[in-house]
């Protein structure tokens, strides 16, 4: 099993920064790839960014140039850089955590953080 653990998110004006941390604790053998899914109040569930540790980094074009996702592969965290934060970016953002995925675009993902609330003003 594995547990992820988020902080970092908050109320911000749109145009500011935010960024989101978590780290993975337990069987972290079976972890390569971390990431950041996103579930909008309209319950629309996004993948938001994608690291697989060591090899690539892939984003959701919704926020391509604006998001940057990092990690540390040996402590199994992960970051998430947001800049240019606009309204539509409200969500709960979760940190995700498996093996790497065969489509970086289509990643579904075992274990799944608590979520951490990210509001942006207009």
């Known amino acids: 099993q594995v547990q992820l653990v988020e902080s970092g998110g908050g109320l911000v004006q749109a145009g500011g920064s935010l960024t989101l941390s978590c780290a993975a604790s337990g069987n972290l053998a079976s972890i390569n790839a971390m990431g950041w899914y996103r579930q909008t109040p309209e319950q629309l569930r996004e993948l938001v960014a994608l690291?697989?540790?060591?090899?690539?980094?892939n984003y959701a074009d919704s926020v391509k140039g604006r998001f940057t996702i990092s990690g540390d592969n040996a402590k199994k965290t992960v970051y998430q850089q947001m800049n240019d934060l606009k309204p539509e970016d409200s969500a709960v953002y979760y940190c995700?955590?498996?093996?790497?995925?065969?489509?970086?675009?289509?990643?579904?993902?075992?274990?799944w953080g608590q979520g951490t609330q990210v509001a942006v003003s207009s």
């Open positions: 690291i697989v540790f060591g090899v690539s980094e």
């Open positions: 995700n955590a498996d093996w790497e995925p065969s489509d970086p675009n289509n990643w579904a993902p075992g274990y």
